[in-house]
Structures are given as C-alpha cells and as structure tokens.
C-alpha cells in the first residue's frame, strides 16, 4: 500500500487540510482534490472511485468528507482499514465536525495523521498509541508542578492556621479589656502599646523592622489563605504602623516537615543526595523489564570539611552493580563501605555537585518491581467491559508518594461506572483518561483496588502509565552511619535527601 495523501474536505471538494505523505507538487494535489467531487457517483453506495492513475477512498463525517487518496495497485482492504483509523482520530481532536474546528485543530490533526502514515505506509499503531505519541508528556514538568501544588497547597494551610491564631488573639484582648493597639494613639516604638505586639511577637516571632517598600509583598502573602474581612483588616493595620509579618511563612516552612523538598535551613554544609529512578515496561499478560539508576551525590560548601570520609550501610541482597569516581577509593568501598578520597590531601571540590557513586539495577523478576499493578478487562457480553485494577507493594519497607495511575478510555462513550476505589479518581473527558490517586502508599494500605464498567472493549485500557514518588527511603536500602574529617576523625554535621522518582512505569 502506497499512501499518497490524507485529506478534510468539504462537499465540493474544498480542502479544509491535506497532508501529503509522498513528494508532488502543490498543483497536483489541489488538481487531484479539485477533481474528486467530479467522480462520486451519488447512485451507488462505493466508498471509492478510480482514477486512470489514482483511487480515492472517502467516508462521509457530516458535512465533510475524510479522503485518502493512493495508488491503484494499494490493497483495498487495507485503504479502508487505514479510512476508518483516520476516521476515529479526527473525533479525538474536534468536538464538532466542521470547517472551523478542523481549522482550529489543524496541527494536532496533522501530527496524528503523521503517526498513522510514514512514508506513504501504514504504521502499526492504533487510536490509544497515537495519543500517547502525540501528547508528548514531561515527566519532570509533572514533578514540578505537583511540588509546586503542594507547597502551595501548604502555604495556604498555613496562613489560614496563623490567620486564626490573629483572630483568636484579638478576642482574647477585647475580653480582657485591654485596649487594643488599633485603638491607640501612642508611639510606635517598642515601649507603645503591648497587648497587640506582645501577641504578635509571641506568636509570628518577627524579624527586624523591614523598610517601608515591604509592607504591600508582606500584604500579599498574608491574603493568600485568609478569607476574614476582619483579619485582614487588622493583620494591614498592624503592617502599616511597622510591625512584619514575613516570618509567618518563612517559620511555617521551617516548622513543616511535611515538605516535599527539603528548606534549605535544614541543608548542612556536608549535604548528600540519593537519587533513583525507575524504568519499568510490564506486559498486560505477564512479563516485565525494570531497570534502576542510582547516584548518590555529595554537595560541600566548607572548605574546612573538604577531605572527609562517609560511612554508608548497604543493607541489599540484589545484585547491584555499584561503580564509584575514579578518584573515590574503590578497595575500601567495597570492603568497609566507606567513601573516601584515594587521596586525602585532595579534598572534594567546593559548592558543586558531585556523584561519588553511581548504580545499575536490571531484572524482569515481578517480586523486584517495587510497585505492582495488575490490569483485568473483560467482556460483560452487554456491549461493556468490567474492569478492575489492583496495585500491591511489594516493598513494605518503602512509602511511596503522590501515586498515580493513568488508564485511557475510549472516546465518545461517558464516564465510567466507578464501583469501588481506594484512594480518588478523575476522568478527564478531553484527555480522555481515568486517572486514579492515592496520595500515600505504605504497609498501612499496601493494596487497593478500582473497579468500573464502560462501553469498551478489553484492549482499549492500554497502555497504562504509572508514576509515584519517596523521600524517606531508597530502593537500595543505603544508609548514611556518619561522616568524619580525614586528619582529626572528627564527627561532622551532615544533611540527607532521598529521592525516588518513576521516569517510565507502562503496561503495554
């Protein structure tokens, strides 16, 4: 089968787009669109017509029509399967089949019509692989943007906690009786009035006076969680007579210990970094391939802890492949599992980051997959299909985080009967996926399950994508016992962050 062009055009022959996929000339293909309404016959019910060099094979979709136009020595069979292929991708993209929603979307439908057709031949690929390719979906803009969501998400908590602590604070001064510091007509020194301040103080701890410019950013954040006319009010007043209000967040964030990233108040000046992640491609009917990157990274800012030595505990029975820096001491790393310099007099560089030690995991053995996921779709026999979906943690030692599973769905068929979850789910009709999240998976709730029913047929739940994340515990089970200075075997400060992230996890 050669594939010349793939075309939208109206009735009269008017292309609305046309996508070449041979090399001709634009007057030749405007020649070849022009002629087609001149060759239907309206008395038969044929879906193509013949030409002495060319066929066309059309199907109606309203008012328009979807025309493919190929050799005549193409397998008609094959032509109409491709038709009906393009067919179901134009639906994926316009809500309304017509001439100026095809116009609006005209590049998604050509970006589509280029993964069905290279070349001039068909590619082996269907409706659910051509949205996954042409989505084109970053894995590490998500990351961004659920630790984003979530310090937002934090911050707000946070200001509506202190924005009733303010609340409940004026209360308690109009009930004693004391007059207030809005009431006052003292100075604003730090002998003025004492029943607003002192409770302030006690409560934001703020930092010294800040100039007069700061007041409207400290305004802004202070209105971020608070929905009270009458908090605000008082929070503005007590900014414009000289008192700050910054240190609310800048406390809170210290405080919080449910952060995603760690506050750079808690980085010490020896900070160590594991990171891993994770490259899983499972079968839908059993068989996988996972494969594991690891580097453990090291930050120092000191130039007094540049020659230190770090005394690490590998507690894993899998074959990792561990490779260290050429200038680590590669002898003592595998006989005592401490990292250090060959050579003591050349300490560390300053202020950059450094992998020290780096790791490889392969395997195709389900029990090493940290996280599960086991997809089964069958036919009702009622024109629908009942699925249920169960995820299991194998890895009881492990919490994972922000949890996500990404199943497609057919389109034009509604939502999904959900009948049982754990955790929460969101069907995204113009993505036209069901994504179910579990915001935590520990030991406490290491399997769940998700049952729905939907018009659709078995294969149209693949490919399934999965993505979580952890800070607290490492694939590689490698524990940090403590870091000492090289010349006085002295204990230094250390920080630690673990970091855990799913690069690629799909059931195909």
């Known amino acids: 089968m050669v594939l010349l062009a793939a075309a939208v055009c109206t009735k009269n022959g008017k292309a ?130 659920a630790v984003r969501k979530s310090q937002e998400n934090e911050t707000k908590a946070t200001m509506r906690r202190k924005a009733k602590e303010l609340q409940q604070a004026k209360r308690d001064d109009m009930r004693r009786g004391t007059p207030g510091r809005m009431s006052s007509g003292g100075g604003f020194g730090s002998n003025g009035i004492k029943s607003g301040s002192d409770i302030l103080a006690q409560t934001l701890a703020p930092e010294p006076s800040v100039p007069k410019s700061a007041p409207s950013r400290s305004n802004r954040a202070m209105k971020l969680g608070a929905k009270n006319k009458d908090v605000d009010n008082f929070v503005d007043k007590l900014i414009a007579e000289g008192e700050s209000v910054r240190s609310v967040n800048t406390k809170s964030k210290k405080s919080d210990a449910a952060k995603v990233q760690a506050p750079a108040a808690m980085i010490e000046s020896v900070h160590i970094r594991i990171e891993e992640k994770f490259k899983i491609s499972a079968g839908r009917d059993g068989g996988m391939q996972m494969e594991l990157l690891g580097w ?67 395997t195709t053995e389900e029990s090493h997959v940290p996280l599960l996921i086991n997809c089964w779709p069958n036919d ?100 940090i016992v403590g870091v000492q200075h090289c010349e006085s075997q002295a204990a230094i400060k250390h920080s630690v962050e673990r970091v855990m992230v799913v690069d690629k996890y799909e059931i195909v």
């Not at 659910?128 to 998500?142: C, G, L, N, P, V």
């Not at 090291?298 to 507690?315: F, H, M, Q, S, V």
């Not at 955790?423 to 998700?450: C, F, M, Q």
């Open 296 to 362: 453990f990274g090291l930050r120092i800012t000191d130039p007094e802890n540049g020659a230190i030595r770090i005394k690490t505990n590998i507690d894993d029975d899998r074959r990792v492949q561990m490779q260290t820096h050429p200038n680590v001491d590669k002898k003592i790393f595998q006989s005592s599992g401490i990292v250090g310099l060959k050579n003591p007099k050349k300490p560390f560089p300053l202020k950059q980051d450094v992998n020290v030690v780096k790791w490889r995991f392969q």
């Open 380 to 479: 009702n026999g009622e024109g629908g299909c009942d699925v249920n979906i169960e995820y299991e943690l194998q890895l009881q030692k492990l919490e994972l985080i922000d949890v996500v599973i990404v199943i497609p769905i057919p389109s034009g068929v509604g939502s999904p009967n959900v009948e049982n979850v754990d955790g929460e789910y969101k069907h995204d009709s113009r993505k036209n996926i069901l994504e179910w999240s579990i915001p935590v998976i520990d030991a406490s709730n290491s399997t769940g399950v998700l049952d729905f029913t939907i018009a659709a047929s078995p294969e149209d739940f693949f490919p399934i994508n999965i993505s979580f994340q952890s800070n607290k515990k490492s694939y590689t089970d490698i524990d």
């Open 16 to 145: 609305i787009i046309s996508r070449q996929f041979v090399e001709m000339t634009r007057s030749r293909i405007e020649g070849l669109l022009a002629a087609f309404p001149k060759l239907m016959n309206t008395g038969k019910q044929h879906t193509f017509v013949e030409t002495e060099s060319v066929r066309y094979v059309y199907q109606p979709l309203e008012k328009m029509y979807m025309l493919l136009i190929t050799t005549k020595n193409s397998n008609i069979l094959e032509d109409l399967e491709t038709l009906r292929l393009f067919s179901r991708v134009i639906p994926e993209y316009c809500r309304t089949i017509d001439e100026t929603s095809i116009q609006e979307h005209s590049f998604d439908l050509i970006f589509a019509f280029d993964e069905v057709v290279a070349l001039g031949y068909r590619e082996s690929v269907n409706l659910a692989q051509i949205r996954t390719f042409t989505e084109m979906e970053s894995h590490d803009e998500k990351l961004f943007l």
